[in-house]
C-alpha cells in the first residue's frame, strides 16, 4: 500500500491563487457585457429593419393609391373630353349666332354707361364683334369702376368666339412690351388692366367638367402665350434686371403663366427672386402657390424676415398654413419696432427739414394701419389685442388734424372788403387827419374845400405828423386832393366833413359832403 499524502502537501497543491479567482471573474463580465451588446445590437437592428419594412410598405400603398387616383382622373379626363369639346362648341355656336345679331342690330356703341347692365352690354358688344383693341380702350377709361369690372368682364368675355385670343389681342398694347407712342394715359401704368383681364380669363378657360385642371386653351394660343411669356424674360436685361424691374410687369407676367398654364420647373428660381421682390402685392401668396413654390415656401418666408418685411411674411405663412412654425404675433411686433425705428430715423434726418414730424408720423400711421388690419383678418385679437395700437392711431390723427387747423389771425390784421388793402387801427378815428373810409369808393374825386369857404372863427386844424412822418399820405380816393394841402404840414382851418372827430365842432356842414358816404 502506498503511503497517505500528508494533508499540508494536498492543501497547497489544490487551492486556487486569488489572482485566478480575479481573471475568471472579470472574463465572465466582459462576456455579459459582449453578449449584451451584441443582443442590444441585434434588437435595434431587427427594429430598425421593421421600421423601414413599414415605411417601405406605406410608401408602396401611397404610390398604389395615387397610381389608382392617376388612372381614375386620366380616364375621367378622356371620357370628359368629348363632353368638353361638345360643350365648347355649343359656346362658339352660340357666341357666333349673337355676334351675328349684334353686327345686324343698329345701336349706339358710343352711349353713356350708366349703371351695370349698361357696362356689360358694352363690354359684351365688344367681345362679340371681336374688337379688342376697343374693349382694352374701353377697360383703361374705366379704372374708377374697377370693382364693377372685375365682375363684369369675365361674363363678357365668355360671349367671346375665342377668348384666350381675344384677351392676348387687347393686351397686346402694353405687354409683352409696351408699344405706346406716347406713354402718358393712365400714369404710364396698365397693368392693373392686364391682370384684371388675365384674372377674369381663368374662368371662362377652365374645363367645365373637371375643373381648374385642365385649361382649355388651344394649343395654337398656348404656344402663343409661351413665346410672349420668353419675349418678357428676354427683356428683362433691357429693363435694368429683376431688381429693377416694375411690380405692375412682374405681377402681369406671373398672371400671365398661371392663366394659361405654362409654368416651367426649371423657371422656379425666377419665379421666386420675382414673387420676393414683389411680396406687398396683396395677390403674391396665391400666385406664388399656382407656380409651384409650395415646396420652398419656407425659404421664402425667412428670406423675407430677413429683409424686415414680416408683414408681407405673416401673409405668405397663413396661405401655406405655416403659422405654427413661423407665429405671426412676434412677426407683426417686430414688424411695428422697425416701423417706430424708421420714423425715428425720418425725423433726425436734417434733409427733411420742416416736414421731418410729419414724414414720420405718416410711416407710424401707415404700419399701424396695416397691423390693426392683418390682426382683423387673421382673428388675432385674442393674441394681441389691437387697443392700443388704435388709440396710438387716434392719436397720431388728432395731432394731424391740429396742425391743419388755421392759426388765428389777430384782431389789428382786419382786411379791406372792397380792394383787399389793409384795415386801419380800430381807434384811427379818433386821430386827427386819419380818416379812412371802408364804404365802396366814391365815383369820382371831391377836391377838398378852399381856406376862405370856411367861417374866420374856426381855430386852425393841425395834422399830427406821426401819421405819415416825412411822406405825403398814401393817394386814396377818401383823402384829401394834393392841391389843397397846405405846404407847412397844417391846414389853417379843420375841414368842414369831420364834424366828430377829434372834438372839434363845426356849425356848417359842406354840400359835397355825402359824396364821401356815397
Known amino acids: 500500500m502506498g503511503s497517505i499524502p500528508d494533508p499540508g502537501e494536498l492543501s497547497e497543491m489544490t487551492h486556487p491563487s486569488f489572482d485566478e479567482f480575479q481573471r475568471q471573474a472579470s472574463l465572465m463580465a466582459s462576456c455579459t457585457l459582449l453578449w449584451k451588446e451584441l443582443s442590444d445590437h441585434f434588437t435595434n437592428l431587427e427594429q430598425d429593419l421593421l421600421k423601414k419594412s413599414d415605411a417601405l410598405r406605406h410608401k408602396i400603398q401611397t404610390l398604389d393609391h395615387q397610381t389608382k387616383e392617376s388612372l381614375d382622373e386620366l380616364e375621367k379626363r378622356e371620357v370628359s373630353i368629348q363632353g368638353s369639346v361638345q360643350i365648347a362648341l355649343g359656346k362658339v355656336e352660340k357666341s357666333m349666332e349673337a355676334a351675328l345679331k349684334a353686327l345686324e342690330k343698329d345701336g349706339d356703341e358710343n352711349g353713356e354707361v350708366d349703371d351695370g347692365d349698361g357696362l356689360l352690354l358694352k363690354l359684351k ?10 374693349f382694352w380702350r374701353f377697360i383703361t377709361g374705366k379704372k374708377k369702376e374697377l370693382e364693377a369690372l372685375r365682375e363684369k368682364i369675365q361674363l363678357a368675355l365668355a360671349e367671346c368666339i375665342d377668348p384666350p385670343r381675344f384677351v392676348l389681342e387687347a393686351i397686346s398694347e402694353v405687354f409683352p412690351l409696351d408699344k405706346r407712342v406716347e406713354k402718358s394715359d393712365g400714369g404710364n401704368d396698365l397693368g392693373w388692366a392686364c391682370v384684371l383681364v388675365l384674372e377674369s380669363l381663368i374662368p371662362v378657360v377652365v374645363d367645365p367638367v373637371i375643373g381648374k385642371s385642365r385649361i382649355l386653351v388651344t394649343p395654337s394660343m398656348k404656344e402663343r402665350a409661351k413665346e410672349i411669356a420668353e419675349t418678357w424674360k428676354a427683356s428683362l436685361e433691357e429693363r435694368g434686371g429683376i431688381e429693377n424691374v416694375r411690380t405692375p ?34 395677390q403674391m401668396p396665391k400666385l ?58 425720418i425725423s433726425e434726418d436734417p434733409n427733411n427739414a420742416g416736414r421731418a414730424m410729419h414724414l414720420a ?95 374866420a372863427g ?44 377829434g372834438g372839434y365842432g363845426n356849425a356848417m356842414a359842406p354840400a359835397y359832403q355825402p359824396a364821401y358816404y356815397r
Not at 125 to 134: A, H, N, R
Not at 338 to 345: C, I, R, S, T
Not at 364 to 391: G, M, T
Not at 469 to 497: C, I, V
Open 458 to 501: 374856426v381855430p386852425p386844424y393841425h395834422s399830427p405828423p406821426s401819421m405819415y412822418g416825412s411822406r405825403s399820405p398814401p393817394a386814396n380816393p377818401y383823402t384829401y386832393s394834393p392841391e389843397a394841402a397846405p405846404h407847412a404840414g397844417s391846414f389853417p382851418s379843420p375841414p368842414m366833413s369831420y364834424p366828430v372827430y
Open 361 to 455: 408720423a405718416r410711416k407710424e400711421q401707415s404700419a399701424l394701419r396695416a397691423v390693426i388690419k392683418c390682426i382683423e383678418e387673421y382673428k388675432l385679437q385674442a393674441e394681441f389685442p389691437p387697443e392700443n395700437l388704435k388709440k396710438r392711431l387716434e392719436q397720431l390723427e388728432k395731432v394731424k388734424v391740429e396742425k391743419r387747423k388755421p392759426a388765428a389771425v389777430p384782431a389789428n390784421k382786419r382786411t379791406r372788403a372792397n380792394n383787399g388793402g389793409p384795415m386801419p387801427p380800430a381807434k384811427a378815428g379818433r386821430l386827427t387827419n386819419a380818416y379812412v373810409s371802408s364804404y365802396p369808393a366814391a365815383p369820382a374825386f371831391v377836391r377838398s374845400p378852399s381856406p376862405s369857404q370856411y367861417p
Open 125 to 134: 358688344s365688344f367681345c362679340l364683334e371681336m374688337d379688342s383693341s376697343g
Open 249 to 282: 410687369d412682374v405681377h402681369t407676367f406671373l398672371q400671365h403663366l398661371v392663366t394659361f398654364g405654362i409654368v416651367k420647373r426649371e423657371d422656379v428660381d425666377l419665379y421666386r427672386k420675382l414673387v420676393v421682390g414683389s411680396a406687398w402685392r396683396k
Open 288 to 345: 406664388a402657390v399656382s407656380l409651384g413654390l409650395g415646396d420652398i415656401m419656407p425659404d421664402m418666408i425667412e428670406e423675407l424676415i430677413s429683409r424686415g418685411q414680416q408683414l408681407d411674411a405673416v401673409h405668405f405663412t397663413y396661405e401655406v398654413g405655416l403659422a405654427d412654425k413661423f407665429p405671426p404675433v412676434p412677426l407683426l411686433k417686430a414688424y411695428l419696432k422697425d416701423a417706430k425705428k424708421a420714423a425715428a430715423a
